[in-house]
């Protein structure tokens, strides 16, 4: 997410060691002998930036990070440009599902940027991302769960206030459950209907090398699991994982300390699932991966039938 923007500062870096080769050669190849040649590393005469970028262009920008009381670690960076990219990051992926139903990470990826406290409704976050000239995306792997918001520098607060809505205050309604049951199961299908079978090779190498633990655990959700997760199992993850000190919301893009008052503002107020009456049986899985080895056998039978 955050780093999407170091992309620039590579290609400044690059730029800058090969403009002899790349830019200052070719251009006397390209010009005529009579045609002086012009150092595009040195601003053009009466020219003025943009009225929308405020930070200079500086390709060894420092990454600022501050704790906040309760926890929650705020870091960004500011970059020259228009637009910015904030997101939160969870310590908590299918890796953590030991004590739970596999594949709640899944789910909670495909219900993501669904309707909250704030916002009734999945088009409502679009038309204001919209506004802004925004996109959403979130992802979960076996170690990290992120929710993350590209647009215009003026929607900061904006981000900030749906980012924070969406990991604290989601509503995962009845109807948003099962429509998240229906992607699932398709997409399992769709999967397994696949000739490309990188994705179930993935899966099988870690559980035959982390056999029933933490990086083991499946990253898709099984079949038969589809229909158990409910509404209140999701919540009682959330409840166990997305606390401020396991979070961090990083950003690019934007002045650090404008970051840290607008993650003071809306990132305090308690979550919703603290006003849940929810399971207290689960625990926190905080054990390291093991490594055991072994063997997963499949059907060829099974794999040409499902091509």
């Given at each position: 997410m955050v780093g999407r923007h170091k992309i620039s500062h590579l290609f400044y870096n690059n730029c800058?060691?090969?403009?002899?080769?790349?830019?200052?050669?070719?251009?006397?190849?390209?010009?005529?002998?009579?045609?002086?040649?012009?150092?595009?590393?040195?601003?053009?005469?009466?020219?003025?930036?943009?009225?929308?970028?405020?930070?200079?262009?500086?390709?060894?920008?420092?990454?600022?990070?501050?704790?906040?009381?309760?926890?929650?670690?705020?870091?960004?960076?500011?970059?020259?440009?228009?637009?910015?990219?904030?997101?939160?990051?969870?310590?908590?992926?299918?890796?953590?599902?030991?004590?739970?139903?596999?594949?709640?990470?899944?789910?909670?990826?495909?219900?993501?940027?669904?309707?909250?406290?704030?916002?009734?409704?999945?088009?409502?976050?679009?038309?204001?991302?919209?506004?802004?000239?925004?996109?959403?995306?979130?992802?979960?792997t076996r170690d990290t769960m992120i929710h993350a918001v590209s647009l215009q520098k003026e929607g900061l607060e904006a981000a900030t206030e749906l980012l924070s809505q969406v990991v604290l205050h989601p509503k995962f309604s009845a109807e948003e459950v099962a429509m998240t049951q229906q992607i699932v199961a398709f997409e399992l299908e769709n999967l397994h209907m696949s000739p490309n079978k990188e994705?179930?090779?993935?899966?099988?190498?870690?559980?035959?090398?982390?056999?029933?633990?933490?990086?083991?655990?499946?990253?898709?959700?099984?079949?038969?699991?589809?229909?158990?997760?409910?509404?209140?199992?999701?919540?009682?993850?959330?409840?166990?994982?997305?606390?401020?000190?396991n979070m961090v919301l990083a950003g690019s893009g934007m002045d650090h300390s404008e970051l840290v008052d607008l993650a003071n503002k809306y990132f305090i107020e308690k979550p919703v699932w603290d006003r849940m009456s929810l399971s207290s049986k689960y625990q926190t899985d905080k054990s390291y991966a093991q490594y055991t080895g072994g063997v997963v056998a499949v059907s060829l039978l099974a794999c040409y039938e499902q091509i």
């Amino acid at each position: 997410m955050v780093g999407r923007h170091k992309i620039s500062h590579l290609f400044y870096n690059n730029c800058t060691k090969s403009s002899n080769i790349c830019g200052i050669r070719s251009y006397k190849n390209l010009s005529s002998s009579s045609t002086p040649n012009t150092n595009l590393r040195i601003p053009l005469f009466e020219t003025q930036a943009s009225s929308g970028t405020k930070a200079k262009f500086n390709p060894h920008t420092k990454t600022q990070v501050t704790k906040l009381p309760n926890g929650l670690t705020v870091a960004s960076e500011d970059h020259w440009g228009q637009f910015a990219t904030l997101g939160v990051l969870v310590n908590s992926g299918s890796r953590n599902e030991a004590a739970f139903a596999s594949g709640v990470n899944h789910f909670l990826e495909k219900l993501a940027f669904n309707s909250t406290e704030k916002f009734e409704s999945k088009e409502q976050i679009f038309q204001m991302l919209e506004k802004h000239g925004g996109i959403c995306d979130c992802q979960t792997t076996r170690d990290t769960m992120i929710h993350a918001v590209s647009l215009q520098k003026e929607g900061l607060e904006a981000a900030t206030e749906l980012l924070s809505q969406v990991v604290l205050h989601p509503k995962f309604s009845a109807e948003e459950v099962a429509m998240t049951q229906q992607i699932v199961a398709f997409e399992l299908e769709n999967l397994h209907m696949s000739p490309n079978k990188e994705l179930q090779m993935m899966e099988l190498i870690h559980a035959a090398a982390y056999k029933d633990n933490t990086v083991g655990l499946p990253k898709l959700c099984p079949p038969d699991n589809i229909m158990s997760l409910d509404r209140d199992l999701l919540f009682t993850y959330l409840k166990h994982q997305c606390t401020p000190d396991n979070m961090v919301l990083a950003g690019s893009g934007m002045d650090h300390s404008e970051l840290v008052d607008l993650a003071n503002k809306y990132f305090i107020e308690k979550p919703v699932w603290d006003r849940m009456s929810l399971s207290s049986k689960y625990q926190t899985d905080k054990s390291y991966a093991q490594y055991t080895g072994g063997v997963v056998a499949v059907s060829l039978l099974a794999c040409y039938e499902q091509i």
